[in-house]
T-cell receptor, first 113, second 111 residues
């Protein structure tokens, strides 16, 4: 059984640029959630995708967007990067919604200069 | 809205000491409660969970009991090891679509 994988591991961008982060969910999971974890903080929910549709969203601006593909992998896109977007971005997969245990990937460390 | 509050760290203990990390929550309905652990440079790993009142989650010597009357889910371990040094997150997942995390508590265990 393959766990949750994320790419890239690290990324450095400059303010105003756009970035795409990728996540492959665990086998058998159809739900993917994305979280932002700033340094020294707990993860903050960005949004969740279930069967290719957005299933809920946290308090993040529209420049944070996502996709889920038929194989349940997912992308997080961030446009017009700002310095405060620097964080660890975590992807988590589960069999459905938040009732069940979520399995986290190792994260992508994004640095915005 | 729903929220999780956990004790601030860092917590520094000697090996074999008793560990308690306090966690309280605010939620509507009957959420599931979790403890996650994050080792340096890694993502989060589920440590234990409880899905209803009075349930006790346990794993690797860690325990936490879902206390609805005090809205608490404190993490305990009888004898910590150096390898337990990590950041611990209390979290809840309610009837909505997201998991809400506390700010995390960093634990240092000295040999």
């Amino acid at each position: 059984e393959t766990g949750v994988t994320q790419s890239p591991t690290h990324l450095i961008k400059t303010r105003g640029q756009q970035v795409t982060l990728r996540c492959s969910s665990q086998s058998g999971h159809n739900t993917v959630s994305w979280y932002q974890q700033a340094l020294g903080q707990g993860p903050q929910f960005i949004f969740q995708y279930y069967r290719e549709e957005e299933n809920g969203r946290g308090n993040f601006p529209p420049r944070f967007s996502g996709l889920q593909f038929p194989n349940y992998s997912s992308e997080l896109n961030v446009n017009a990067l700002e310095l405060e977007d620097s964080a660890l971005y975590l992807c988590a997969s589960s069999s459905y919604r938040g009732y069940n245990e979520q399995f986290f990937g190792p994260g992508t460390r994004l640095t915005v200069l | 809205g729903d929220s999780v509050t956990q004790m601030e760290g860092p917590v520094t203990l000697s090996e074999e000491a008793f560990l308690t990390i306090n966690c309280t929550y605010t939620a509507t309905g009957y959420p599931s409660l979790f403890w996650y652990v994050q080792y340096p440079g890694e993502g989060l790993q589920l440590l234990l969970k409880a899905t209803k009142a009075d349930d006790k989650g346990s794993n690797k010597g860690f325990e936490a009991t879902y206390r609805k009357e005090t809205t608490s889910f404190h993490l305990e371990k009888g004898s910590v090891q150096v390898s337990d040094s990590a950041v611990y997150f209390c979290a809840l997942s309610g009837e909505g679509f997201k998991t809400i995390f506390g700010a995390g508590t960093r634990l240092f265990v000295k040999a």
